[in-house]
């Protein structure tokens, strides 16, 4: 069978070379197009995070407003994913000949049936608040449910705003337009750090719900205006239910709903779990959540930003080989970063939370924590990342209710592993079993994906995985040196201070890591290298 593939795709690619290199220079540079917004966006993140720890610490209050915040942090995966993964194959699929002649009726139902959907879950958020917060976090004491619920109501208003977003960003990304949609988080952040500054005072926890939905809805603006010609010419309400873009986008929504309530039911059922520990658990998890997760939040979801319209496309003109050669360069791509990531987000949890977060409101004891249960989320990160991008392909392959499967099963691990491990060891536990839910279905996915592809995935990633871990281990020893260097120099210098410099031992750490993987020509090093010479020259012409 697989020889067969081989031989059916070869006068393809040889005559399409090309093709495909430039292909994969655009996806590579469009990945790291939109790491660098992200990364700018998740930058103010950890600003955000530091002035909501110093304003507020790890209190009943703040633990409030996360668990009414979970509403705008599912909708961007409820609607810009479900709706995104839906619309770009039926998109890719009508562009196939010519993009000009798409009879956008089918896509108008679609973003009719979404805009519909969104104003429903806006009005039963207002509607049943409280309920949702007694099923979100169960064991929240009375003033701090009422507070809970307050906010949520507020934060339906952002539920309908991203609504609007989330249909304008997937027209973007179908099209390759990935800036305007990725700024996002700067946008948001940059409005949660101003409300937290300046209203936190007279306003409290208000003020930061003010803000949320101040930032997503300057998004909105914006994003309407750089679609002003695409709203004015083509985006008309619709209800052509039969037509075959809808039909096809709509058969794919339905798994896509259930596998992301499946993907966001590890962080429902933990926070559940975790509401039933002592006050500032949920705001300790959140905190690490936030730190742990970040190189999956500003490198992860770049990388399946850029490759799942290609992985759709090859899907459909049905290219076997080159769909799975995608695959493999996104997962080399994910692990290039993801490893070393996790390895030095294990070796300095208490330095990154003692520069971050502790001072203001926030305690020795809450930072203790936070470190070890950001540690423990770490640790599952590369794993988190090839899981992900798994199910991206097989959405690609428009196999989703596979993806679902392999959710659910890792939700019930997941509530397995938290009975288990939470009385033992608290919130880190917590984390932990959520590492291990994450990458048994990593294994699973994995798997399934190769069966069903008849292609393998596993051993053309044998050696670019061999040369990463070498890299990994090289970044590992130089930092781990260093930084037992300055321990053991024993300087006066203030907790920050120590921290900034163990940090700072990360530098050279990184160009080792870098400079061993020139040497085993690692080839996202030299793609790396080339996208930055090209840059330097760009700049100098």
């Known amino acids: 069978m697989v020889m067969n593939l081989q031989a059916r795709e070869t006068p393809l690619q ?22 660098a917004l992200h990364m700018t966006g998740k930058g103010l993140g ?20 996360w668990v009414a915040y979970m509403i705008p942090q599912l909708m961007p995966g409820l609607i810009l994913g479900v709706v995104t993964t839906a619309f770009i194959p039926s998109f890719m699929r009508s562009a196939a000949t010519d993009e000009e002649s798409i009879d956008w009726r089918g896509l108008n ?26 099923a979100m976090a169960p064991g929240l004491p009375a003033d701090v449910h009422a507070l809970a619920a307050k906010l949520m109501g507020l934060m339906a208003i952002a539920v309908v705003i991203f609504g609007i977003n989330a249909m304008l960003s997937a027209v973007m990304q179908a099209t390759h337009r990935f800036g305007v949609m990725s700024l996002e988080s700067i946008i948001t952040n940059i409005f949660i750090i101003a409300g937290a500054i300046y209203f936190s005072d007279s306003l409290g926890v208000l003020g930061l719900a003010y803000a949320v939905i101040g930032g997503f809805g300057i998004h909105m603006m914006l994003l309407i205006w ?22 096809g986008s709509a058969g794919h929504m339905l798994p896509l709903l259930i596998g992301f309530f499946g993907s966001v039911g590890m962080t429902i059922v933990d926070r559940i779990f975790v509401s039933t520990l002592d006050a500032g658990a949920i705001s300790i998890l959140v905190y690490a959540s936030m730190i742990a997760l970040l190189p ?4 992860g979801h770049a990388v399946f930003t850029a490759f799942y319209p290609g992985l759709s496309q090859d899907h459909a003109n049905g290219h076997v080989l080159a769909m799975r050669d995608a695959q493999i360069r996104g997962m080399r791509l994910l692990l290039f970063v993801m490893l070393p990531a ?3 987000l294990v070796m300095v949890s208490d330095a990154v939370v003692s520069l971050l977060l502790q001072r203001g409101a926030f305690s020795n ?3 203790g924590l936070t470190a070890a249960t950001m540690a423990a989320l770490a640790i599952g990160l590369p794993l988190r990342a090839v899981n992900y991008f798994n199910f991206r392909v097989l959405h690609a392959r428009r196999e989703p209710w596979i993806a679902v499967s392999i959710g659910l099963f890792g939700v019930s691990l997941n509530v397995l592993l938290d009975m288990l491990l939470i009385e033992p060891f608290g919130v880190v536990g917590i984390a932990f079993a959520t590492s291990m839910a994450m990458a048994a279905c990593t294994v699973l996915s994995t798997v399934l994906l190769q069966r069903r592809q008849r292609v393998s995935i596993v051993r053309p990633m044998l050696r670019p995985f061999g040369k990463l871990v070498l890299m990994t281990l090289t970044l590992v020893m130089v930092a781990g040196l260093l930084i037992r260097l300055v321990d053991r120099a024993s300087l006066p ?3 920050w201070q120590l921290a900034l410099i163990q940090l700072a031992a990360f530098i050279p750490a990184a160009l080792s890591f870098l400079l061993v993987g020139y040497l085993l020509r690692f080839e996202e090093v030299h793609s790396l290298l080339k996208f930055l010479q090209r840059r330097v020259r760009r700049q100098e012409s």
């Open 14 to 35: 040889e005559n399409d070379t090309h093709t495909g290199t430039r292909v994969r220079r655009n996806e590579f540079r469009s990945a790291f197009l939109i790491t």
């Open 46 to 65: 950890l600003v955000k995070t530091l002035v909501i720890a110093a304003w507020f610490g790890a209190s009943g209050a703040l633990d409030a407003f």
């Open 109 to 134: 139902t679609l973003f009719t049936l979404v805009g519909m959907t969104v104003i429903t879950i806006a009005i039963l958020v207002v509607l049943a608040r409280s309920g949702i917060v007694s």
């Open 226 to 247: 750089v679609n002003r010609d695409l709203i004015r010419e083509k985006l008309r309400p619709a209800f052509d239910f039969s037509h075959n873009d809808f039909r």
């Open 296 to 299: 999956m939040e500003v490198f």
């Open 342 to 344: 996790m390895a030095g």
């Open 365 to 367: 004891e809450a930072a």
């Open 493 to 495: 210098l203030a907790g």
